[in-house]
């Protein structure tokens, strides 16, 4: 192994495999996801914060004996929390903050036997469907320099395309799990509400919508991590159904013919490019092969309805964590601290009243009521992941009239003006990031799987999203196509050691 070969093209399960039988050490496994971090990340931007140090001497004492022991892992800088390394969702005001204690999923990734090399980049408090913080600049994609990873978890994604690990931690809010996997073209599975911990420090986020998994090459991986993690913790509000057997064991199952209703209308947005038009026509052919039911079936959305739900409770969330931030930290926050559109959103979220907050909870609610009927006919949804190619850095970011717009409106009242910028917002930021938010605001099992590249060679992801609670036949599902058209072997051009 000491000379690279193997660890680009061998999955997390792999190289545990390789670990067992002893034919490599951790600290060699270690040693080699460095030595390709610091090959490519001076271009990538994807990791932000490394504790090689710790992770080699990790590596070289006795690690616990999960099924990932001594395989190299990152963590996405914002809610998993790693005690003493700095945790600052990007944000400057954060940027001197380190947790006293592991949160619960971070803890069940090293009792796997993880080894953590560091903290990859992420839009601020995860914002974003773009990985472009101005704390730490933008991570771009393996694919094309020029053009973004998704977010929010941008930064993991960049570094498994580029097989800097063979998987990462991300979390998904809105598609954060999703849109990335997709712009790099890896596997990205986002489990149902609480299928994993968040505690301590969180009972929930985003009333539910936020869960916690991985960016992975294989699905194999996918699945055996969830095994892993999946359960809940002391004091969790609420659990995800019990599943019947480990996720491992469902990536070689059969699915059996499943019901399968495709759209490639947008969601929450207005135009889908071409190309990923392309991408889900090839996904339903491909699933027609398998031996699957298809049909054009769109669920029932109110479309204005749910994106004006959905930003009035992001607004308020973001509210809450700035003040949350300050008291971390001790001290009131303020503007500087923040980029304008985060601040902005914040501003807001204080101004709006507890019944509009309500009442948007209430709605997301409901569209979970819709979609569940519409399930009762389909076993999965299939969507483009996202309604374009990975666009130009600089593109989904605020523009310069933006930005000054948002410093006019922080000076105003919360009134006509004010919600006339808030109306706007919600429909410009669901153009991109057009068709995960669905699972988030339903709590559904959903999945991004990178079956189509374009002409110029830039990944194209499909969606499928499952039932509540089934993962299961999301897995045997991914197994199947991984099966039938292998992706791991389509790496992107940007080259590391070895």
């Given at each position: 192994?000491?000379?690279?070969?193997?660890?680009?093209s061998?999955?997390?399960?792999?190289?545990?495999?390789?670990?067992?039988?002893?034919?490599?050490?951790?600290?060699?496994?270690?040693?080699?996801a460095?030595?390709?971090?610091?090959?490519?990340?001076?271009?990538?931007n994807?990791?932000?914060?490394?504790?090689?140090d710790?992770?080699?001497?990790?590596?070289?004492?006795a690690l616990?004996?999960?099924?990932?022991?001594?395989?190299?892992?990152?963590l996405?800088?914002?809610?998993?929390?790693?005690?003493?390394?700095?945790?600052?969702?990007?944000?400057?005001?954060?940027?001197?903050?380190?947790?006293?204690?592991?949160?619960?999923?971070?803890?069940?990734?090293?009792?796997a036997?993880?080894?953590?090399l560091?903290?990859?980049?992420t839009?601020?408090?995860?914002?974003l469907?773009?990985t472009?913080?101005?704390?730490?600049?933008?991570?771009?994609?393996?694919?094309d320099l020029?053009r973004?990873?998704?977010?929010?978890?941008?930064?993991?994604?960049?570094?498994v395309?580029?097989r800097?690990?063979?998987?990462?931690?991300?979390?998904?809010g809105?598609?954060?799990i999703?849109i990335p996997?997709?712009?790099?073209?890896?596997f990205?599975?986002?489990?149902?509400?609480?299928?994993?911990?968040m505690?301590?420090?969180?009972?929930?986020a985003?009333?539910?919508?936020?869960?916690?998994?991985?960016?992975?090459?294989?699905?194999?991986?996918s699945?055996?991590?969830?095994?892993a993690?999946?359960?809940?913790?002391?004091?969790?509000?609420?659990?995800?159904?019990?599943?019947?057997?480990?996720?491992?064991?469902?990536?070689?199952?059969e699915?059996g013919r499943?019901?399968?209703?495709f759209?490639?209308?947008s969601?929450f947005?207005e135009?889908?490019?071409?190309?990923?038009?392309?991408a889900?026509?090839d996904?339903?052919?491909?699933?027609?092969?398998?031996?699957?039911s298809?049909?054009?079936?769109e669920?029932?959305?109110?479309?204005?309805t749910?994106?004006k739900?959905?930003v009035?409770?992001?607004?308020?969330e973001?509210?809450?964590?700035?003040?949350?931030a300050?008291?971390?930290?001790g001290?009131?926050?303020?503007a500087?601290?923040f980029?304008?559109?985060?601040?902005f959103?914040?501003q807001?979220?204080?101004?709006?009243t507890?019944?509009e907050l309500?009442l948007?909870v209430?709605?997301?609610?409901?569209?979970?009521?819709?979609?569940?009927?519409?399930?009762?006919?389909?076993?999965a949804?299939l969507?483009?992941?996202?309604a374009?190619?990975?666009p130009?850095?600089g593109?989904?970011?605020?523009?310069r009239?933006?930005?000054?717009?948002?410093a006019?409106?922080?000076?105003?009242?919360?009134?006509p003006?004010?919600?006339?910028?808030?109306?706007?917002?919600?429909e410009?930021?669901?153009?991109?990031?057009?068709?995960?938010?669905?699972?988030?605001i339903?709590?559904?099992?959903?999945?991004s799987?990178?079956?189509?590249?374009?002409a110029?060679?830039l990944?194209?992801?499909?969606?499928?999203?499952?039932r509540?609670?089934?993962?299961?036949t999301?897995?045997r599902?991914a197994?199947?196509?991984?099966?039938?058209?292998?992706?791991?072997?389509?790496?992107?051009?940007?080259p590391a050691?070895?």
């Open positions: 192994m000491a000379n690279l070969r193997e660890y680009p061998t999955d997390a399960l792999g190289l545990a495999d390789l670990v067992r039988k002893r034919q490599v050490t951790p600290l060699e496994l270690v040693d080699s460095i030595a390709r971090i610091e090959a490519s990340n001076p271009r990538l994807a990791v932000v914060h490394t504790v090689y710790r992770a080699r001497r990790q590596a070289a004492a616990p004996p999960g099924p990932f022991r001594g395989v190299p892992f990152l996405k800088d914002l809610l998993a929390l790693d005690a003493g390394v700095p945790a600052t969702g990007s944000c400057r005001f954060l940027s001197a903050w380190v947790p006293p204690h592991d949160s619960e999923l971070v803890r069940r990734f090293k009792a036997g993880l080894v953590i560091g903290k990859t980049n839009p601020e408090m995860g914002i469907p773009t472009e913080p101005d704390f730490r600049g933008p991570t771009r994609n393996p694919w020029a973004t990873t998704g977010g929010s978890s941008g930064g993991s994604a960049a570094a395309a580029a800097m690990a063979p998987m990462a931690h991300g979390n998904d809105g598609g954060s999703r996997a997709s712009c790099c073209g890896i990205g599975m986002k489990p149902t509400r609480a299928r994993n911990p505690g301590p420090y969180l009972g929930e985003w009333h539910g919508m936020v869960v916690e998994h991985a960016l992975t090459v294989s699905v194999r991986d699945a055996a991590l969830l095994d993690t999946a359960g809940p913790d002391p004091g969790a509000p609420y659990m995800a159904p019990p599943r019947e057997r480990p996720y491992l064991e469902e990536v070689g199952r699915p499943l019901r399968i209703g759209t490639t209308r969601l947005g135009t889908v490019h071409p190309d990923c038009v392309a889900v026509a996904a339903a052919r491909l699933c027609e092969k398998l031996g699957h298809v049909e054009d079936a669920p029932p959305l109110d479309r204005a749910l994106r739900a959905f009035v409770l992001l607004a308020a973001i509210a809450a964590e700035i003040a949350q300050g008291a971390l930290l001290r009131r926050p303020t500087g601290g980029e304008p559109g985060t601040w959103l914040g807001v979220g204080r101004k709006l507890a019944a309500a948007a209430r709605q997301l609610q409901q569209a979970g009521r819709r979609l569940a009927s519409w399930f009762e006919e389909h076993d949804l969507t483009p992941t996202v374009t190619p990975p130009r850095l593109e989904l970011g605020p523009k009239s933006d930005l000054l717009a948002l006019v409106f922080r000076a105003l009242p919360f009134g003006a004010l919600r006339k910028a808030l109306d706007r917002l919600a410009d930021a669901f153009e991109f990031a057009a068709f995960t938010e669905i699972a988030n339903t709590g559904q099992p959903a999945m799987v990178p079956l189509h590249w374009n110029e060679g990944p194209i992801g499909v969606q499928f999203v499952g509540f609670g089934d993962e299961a999301l897995f599902l197994g199947q196509l991984e099966r039938e058209r292998p992706w791991a072997s389509r790496s992107p051009p940007v050691a070895g």
